[in-house]
C-alpha cells in the first residue's frame, strides 16, 4: 500500500531576503493568509505547486532565533512545536554574512534544512562570487542558488527540501572555540529527555539563558557551573560569547566561499539612491510620489470609481433595483425599510469604498515590491522615532488621510508587532475624508468659515498621534525601543505584474469580507434603533422626519448626561449632538445628515448650510469645537472598526484600541470644552478643576521617564549587538 505523506515544510529568512517572492513562485494562487492564532503576525500557508501534498509555510522575517522580539518567538515556536519537515532558509546572497547569522542557529534545530542563497541575479550582476559547494561543506546543508524573483532554481530548491523532508539530520558540523565546545558538549548530556540531533540547539539556548526556552523543556537542567566557568574565561556574558562565537565561524565561511568584486560598478540603484535618500531631496520627492498616488487614488480615478460607486451604482442603480423587486413581491414595509436604507445603505456606504481602495493598494503594492517603501521607512525612521513609532507607520497615517480603512490595513507593512498596534491604534486620528463635511459644518456653523478649523483639526490629529505615541511608549505593554532599522535595501527592480495585483486583492478581498460581516450587522441593528420608536405611545416604524421619537434618541436622552461636561446641553438639546456621534459610527458623513433630520430638514447640503443657525442656537462655539475634536479622535466608523479588528486579530487589543480612542476624544472635548469656556469669560466651576487636572496628569505620561523593560522587549539593545 502506498502512504500518501503530507510534507510540511517552512520558509525561514530575514526580513526583505525574498521569502514572501519565493513563497508566491512555490505556491502559485493555492494559498491561505491569515495571522498566527492569537497574534498579529501574518500567517501565510500554501500547497506547493504541482505537488499538493506539501504545504509551505511562509514564517515571519526574523534576524535570530532568540525570543526578544514577537515575530522571532512565533518563528521560534513554530520550528519547536510544529517541527516541520524541513526548512528552506533563504538567504540574501547580497548580504550573506548578516543572513548566515539564522543560519548556523537553524542548522542546530535538528530539522533538515536546505540553504537558497537568494538574489543570485544581483550578485552575478554585482560580479560577486559564492561558491556552493564551499558553502554546503562549511555549513554542513544542501545549498542551492536561486532566484525568487526570476523564478530561477526555486523548484530544484523545492524538490530537495521535500526530499530532504523527515530524513535523518547530519550532526551539526560547526565548532565554536573548544571551551565553548566542552561547555555544550557537557549540557548536551544532562539534557535525557531531548532527541539526540537538538541537544545542541538546547543547550547553545540553555547556555545563553534563553529565558523563554522552559517553555519547550520538561525539565531544566543545572547549567550555572558551566555558565561560570565560560563567563570567567571569556569575561563576558554567555550570549555575547555564543553571538560572537557565530560571528567567528560565519566570518571563516565568508572568506573561503565568497568572493567580492573589488572593481564594483555604481549599479542603477546605487545611482538612484543617491537622489532618493539625499539628505535634501528625499523628502521633497517622496512629498511628490505620495501626492501623486493620493491625486491619482482619491481624486481622479480612485475619486471617480468611488463616486460612481456610492452614486451611481449605490446611488440610482441598486437600491431602485432593489425597491422594484421588493414591491414586486409585496415585501412588508419595514423589511423593505431593513433591505433599502439598513442593509443596502450602510454596507453599500461601505464597499463605496473599495474602488479607491484597490486603486491605491495596487501603488502601494508596486511601492513596496520596487524597493521604493523600505527607503521612506528608513527616511522617516529618524522623525518618527522620536515619538515611538517607526519609519513605517508614516505610509498608513497618510493613507488615513483618505480613508482609515486602508490606511490601518497598510499598517501590515510593517513588521515589528508593537509598532504596527501602534500604528493601527492611532492611524484614525488623521482627519479622513469623511470627517471634512463635520469639519466644514462647524467652520460653516460657528467660526464664518474659517481656515483655521481644518487647521485645527489637523493639528489635533497629529498632536494626538505624536503625544499617543509618546504615551503608550511609556506603558508596560509598548516599552522598548521600536524595532531597530537594521533591513538592508533591496535594489530598485520592476516588480511583477502578479505579485502586485495578488498583494491588492488580498487586502481589499478582506475588507470586502468584513462589510459584509460586523459592519453588516452592525448596520443593521443601528437601523433598527433609528427607525423604530414610540408615536403616541404606541411602538412603530417612523417615518424619516420622526428620529426624535426613535429608540436612538431615547437612548441618546438617557445617555446624554454623559457629554455634559463636555457642553453638549444647551437648551436641552444635548442628546442631538450624542445621537449624531452614534449615526457618525455607520459613517462620518453621516453626522451633518443626522443633524439634518433631528433639526427637521429632510435634506442638507455637505456642509450642511440648513442646520448652521439651529446648530448655533444649541452649542458655543467652543462646545461645539469640543464637539469636532470628539469626532476626529473618537472610534472610527464601523469600516475601519473592522479593519482594526481583523489587524490586531485579538479581540482585547480591538477593545483597547476603541477604549483608548474614545477616552481621549472625551478628554479632549472637555479640556476644550472647559478651559475654553473659563478664557472666553465663562467662568470658574469644578469643571475647570477637572479639566486643568486632566491636562496635569496628561503631561505628566508625557514627560514622565521612560519604564524599565522587560526581556522580552529588550529587541532595541540585544538586536543591534546581535547584528552588530
Ligand atoms: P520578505 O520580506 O522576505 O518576504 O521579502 P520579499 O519577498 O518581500 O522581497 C523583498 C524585496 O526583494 C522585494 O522587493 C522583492 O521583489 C525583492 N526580491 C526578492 N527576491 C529577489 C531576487 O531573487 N532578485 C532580486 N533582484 N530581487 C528580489
Ligand atoms: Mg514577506
Known sequence: MVMRMTVKIALAGNPNCGKTTLFNGLTGSNQFVGNWPGVTVEKKEGKL????????????GIYSLSPYTLEEVVARNFLINESPDAIINIVDGTNIERNLYLST????????????????????????????????????????????????????????????????????VHKFDTEVEKAITSVSAMLKDVPEEQKRFFAVKLLEQDSRIREHMSSLPDVSREIGHLEEIFEDDTESIITNERYVYIASIIKDCVVKNKKRTVTTSDRIDKVVTNRWL????????????????????????TDWTNDVLFGEIIPPAVENLLESMGCADWLQGL??????????????????????????AFLESCGYMARVAFIMDRIFRKFGL???????ILIGTGCGVPGIMASRTIENDRDRKMTIMTTTFIPCGAKLPIIALIAGAFF???GA????????????IVSSGIILKKTKMFAGDPAPFVMELPAYHMPAAGAVLRSMWERGWSFIKKAGTIILLSTIVLWFFMSFGWIEDSFSMLEADQLDSSILAKIGGAAAWIFTPLGWTQAGEGWKMAVAVVTGLIAKENVVATFGMLFGFAEVAEDGIEVWGSLAAVMTPVAAFGFLAFNLLCAPCFAAMGAIKREMNHIGWFWFAIGYQTLLAYVTAMCIYQLGTFFTGGGFGVGTVVAVLLVIGFLYLLFRPYQATDSLNMDGGRLAKAVK
Open 49 to 60: 505547486r504541482g505537488n499538493h501534498d506539501v504545504t509551505v509555510v511562509d514564517l515571519p
Open 105 to 172: 542557529q537553524l542548522i542546530e534545530l535538528g530539522i533538515p534544512v536546505i540553504i537558497a542563497v537568494n538574489m543570485m541575479d544581483l550578485v552575478n550582476k554585482n560580479g560577486d562570487k559564492i561558491s556552493m559547494e564551499k558553502l554546503s561543506a562549511a555549513l554542513g546543508c544542501e545549498v542551492v542558488e536561486i532566484s525568487a524573483l526570476k523564478g530561477t532554481g526555486i523548484q530544484q530548491a523545492a524538490d530537495r527540501a521535500v526530499a530532504a523532508a523527515g530524513k535523518k539530520v547530519r550532526p551539526v
Open 282 to 305: 528625499a523628502l521633497p520627492i517622496f512629498a511628490l510620489v505620495m501626492f501623486l498616488i493620493y491625486y491619482v487614488s482619491v481624486t481622479t480615478v480612485g475619486g471617480f470609481l
Open 339 to 364: 433591505i433599502l436604507d439598513g442593509i443596502v445603505a450602510g454596507v453599500g456606504a461601505v464597499l463605496g469604498f473599495v474602488p479607491q481602495m484597490l486603486v491605491l493598494f495596487i501603488f502601494l
Open 390 to 396: 517607526s519609519g513605517k507607520s508614516f505610509i498608513p
Open 448 to 450: 464664518n468659515h474659517s
Open 453 to 464: 478649523v481644518a487647521w485645527g483639526a489637523w493639528m489635533i490629529g497629529i498632536a494626538a
